[in-house]
Every structure is written in C-alpha cells, then in structure tokens.
C-alpha cells in the first residue's frame, strides 16, 4: 500500500479566504486539532506576509511536534529568510518556495523571460536547502504551464535540492483525465523525479479540486494539500474530509492509505468553521448537517434493514450518528422506529393512523420534530377514542 501524505494547508491557502482570517489563539489550537488527526506536513502560514503571520507559524513550530510545519515563501531572499526564521524550531521544518511558471502570470505578472524563472527558481530553492534540507517547490499556474517548460523547471529545482515538487491548479481549471495524465507525465519526463516526492494542489473553482486530486494520487503523487471544509482562495481549495474518506473507503481501488484518524475529521470541521466564522453547507459531503440523515422512505427502510444499503461511510467511524428524519417522504417502519425508540407500541391501524396525520403535518410545514411526532400520537389516539 502506498502510503499518501496529508498537507493540510488551512492555515495558509485556507486562510487566505476572504473573511477567514484566524486569533493566533485560534491558529494555534486549529493546528493542535491538525496535529491530533494526524495530518502529516501542516503549512501554518506565509511568514513574510506579516508580523502576525510570521509569529503564528512560530508558534505553531514549537507547539506541535509530529507533523513537518512548514512556511510559504515567495522567490525572494527576505521571504526565504523570513520563513526559516519562522520554522527553524519545528522538529521538522519544511520551506515551500513557489514561482509561476505559466505564460500568462510570466508575462503580465512576474514581467520575466522562461529562462529568468528558470534560473530564478533553481537560485531560491538553492538558498533554502541551504538553510532546511526539507525543501517543496511549487510552479504556480502549473496546469495552464507548458508541459515541457514545465518538466524543465522541475528538473532544475529537483537538482537544486527540492525534496517536494508540488503541482498546483491554482486557478481550479483542470479535468481529472487532464490532471492525472500531467501528473503521469511528470513521472515519466522529468529525470531526476526520483529524487524528489510529487504533490498536488488543487482550487475548487470548476467544483474538481476533490476529483483531480484523487486522479494526481491514482497517477504517482505521493503527497496531496487540501483544507478541512475545503476553504480556501474564491472556491477553495480541495476538502481534507473528502479526500481522506475517498482514500479510506476505496484504499483498494487507490492501492493507497493515508494515516489520517478518521475520528478526528468531524471535531477538525467544527473547530475550523467556529474559528473561521465560515458555516459548512448542510449537504457537505463528510461533515455537512445532513451527510447521514435520510428521509426517504424507501432509504429509511433499506437503512433499517441494514445501513449499508444507503452509506458507505458509517457515521459512527466519524463520531457522528444517522439520523432518520420524519417527514413527508417517510413511511411507516421509520415512524414506528423511532417511536419504538421513545417507548410507543401500536397495532397496525394505530401506526396507519399516526403516518397519515405525520404526512398531512408534513405537508404543510418542513420537517416533524420529535415532540410533534409525540403531539400527533396523541391526537390519533384522542381520535380513535372518540370514534
Ligand atoms: O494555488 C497555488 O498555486 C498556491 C501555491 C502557492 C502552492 O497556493
Ligand atoms: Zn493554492
């Protein structure tokens, strides 16, 4: 089994979402959490970016102690040296220096030649390894990068003494097939890639970031950078939650495991969306309110008979429960489930009786409460008294 690598990125990339900004308090216990989920590389933040930024990641470097923490950088000596300075007292400090690599960000944003990236690259990377001997680099834009400038960059970074080559799809305009196959390619066109592990880094802005993530791990990449809620930059960036419970689930499709504690997942979620303020949809996959409530009939019947018929996670893996929601859509076996649970017996008309009045409230308002369902107990059996 391969093993894959979690890079949890929440307190940069995830951060850098707007209105995501997090107390060092905050920071510091989100990293903790991380920590207790096992994550295995947590980026804490971009030292040079600011006073706070740079004392976060420092205290996250010295307050943890499993994971590698690592710091972002531009191609610039102040960042570089910003960082290390940041990380320097991790027990395994990584420096992540990053430089766009496409056309466009070439061009109209860096102002440079290839050949100046090229060089630019290599001399930073260069200057970090002087310092850590845990070194990522990463090409941003790398999915709108032209391959074989691509496959040259690596190279030279490789041989300057990156340890990570991480690929970003940092604008999120990637299709899983197309992902995989440049992930693939970068296996089999740059020389020296056994010297380095591949990662990938993928943003939510076509809804793929999850799916072309798993399609970099199905083709080589040993390392994948994701958030918890996948928040993150506009979309945001790939879900932690989803991708280690695709692995998890299917790890014999992915001939791959992570060592994420898949009991840890739920408690993460909730701490990083009260420290960000950012609420996670109700249908999320993993986490969402309502990933493991059914309210069907049909599903509430298979799931009474057995859960599997309608989960391939059971919650109790994430420390959460199944909820059978009564509502319109229910039938009977799941109002005399969880009327059996409170305690109620019925004979067949009785139960007939209470899933008629359960459809007609139903109909009128969302969904029936526990205690509404005791209330129209009550009244069909006034009812059937009366007549
Ligand atoms: O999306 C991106 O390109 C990034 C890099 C800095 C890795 O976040
Ligand atoms: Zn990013």
Request: proline share 3%.
């Amino acid at each position: 089994m391969r093993r894959i690598r979690v890079f949890d990125t929440t307190l940069r990339d995830g951060e850098q979402s707007p209105g995501c900004s997090m107390r060092p308090g905050e920071k510091i216990a989100v990293a903790k959490q991380l920590e207790a989920m096992r994550v295995d590389v947590i980026e804490a933040g971009f030292p040079a970016a600011s006073k706070g930024d740079s004392e976060a990641v420092e205290a996250v470097a010295r307050e943890t102690r499993r994971p590698v923490v690592a710091g972002l950088a531009r191609c610039a000596k102040k960042d570089v040296d910003e960082c290390w300075r940041a990380v320097r007292d991790a027990r395994r400090p990584r420096i992540h220096v990053f430089l766009a690599t496409s056309p466009i960000h070439m061009k109209y944003k860096l102002k440079k030649t290839p050949a100046e990236v090229v060089e630019t690259a290599a001399e930073f990377v260069r200057y970090a390894a002087g310092f850590c001997n845990d070194v990522e680099f990463s090409p941003e834009d790398a999915t709108r990068t032209e391959p074989r400038f691509l496959y040259r960059v690596l190279e030279k970074v490789i041989d300057a003494g990156a340890t990570t080559v991480n690929i970003p799809d940092t604008v999120g305009y990637a299709v899983p097939g197309e992902f995989g196959k440049l992930v693939k390619n970068i296996g089999e066109n740059v020389s020296n890639i056994g010297n380095a592990a591949i990662s990938v880094h993928c943003h939510d802005d076509l809804g793929m970031a999850v799916a072309n993530s798993l399609a970099g791990v199905e083709n080589g990449a040993t390392q994948v950078e994701c958030t918890v809620n996948g928040i993150g930059e506009r979309a945001g960036n790939a879900a932690l939650e989803e991708i280690a419970m695709a692995v998890w689930v299917r790890k014999a499709h992915f001939r791959a495991c992570t060592g994420i504690r898949v009991g840890e997942i739920y408690e993460s979620s909730r701490l990083v969306s009260a420290c960000t303020g950012l609420a996670v949809q109700r249908n999320k996959a993993v986490v969402g309110e309502n990933a493991f409530a059914h309210e069907a009939g049909i599903h509430q019947h298979g799931i009474l008979c057995n859960p599997r018929t309608y989960e391939v996670i059971a919650p109790e893996k994430l420390g959460r429960t199944r909820e059978l929601v009564i509502g319109k859509h229910s039938g009977r076996h799941a109002v005399e489930a969880e009327l059996r649970k409170a305690g109620y017996r019925f004979d067949g008309a009785e139960l007939e009786a209470v899933v008629e009045g359960v459809k007609a409230a139903a109909d009128c308002g969302k969904t029936i409460t526990a205690e509404g369902l005791f209330s129209i107990v009550e009244k069909a059996r006034a009812a059937a008294k009366v007549l």
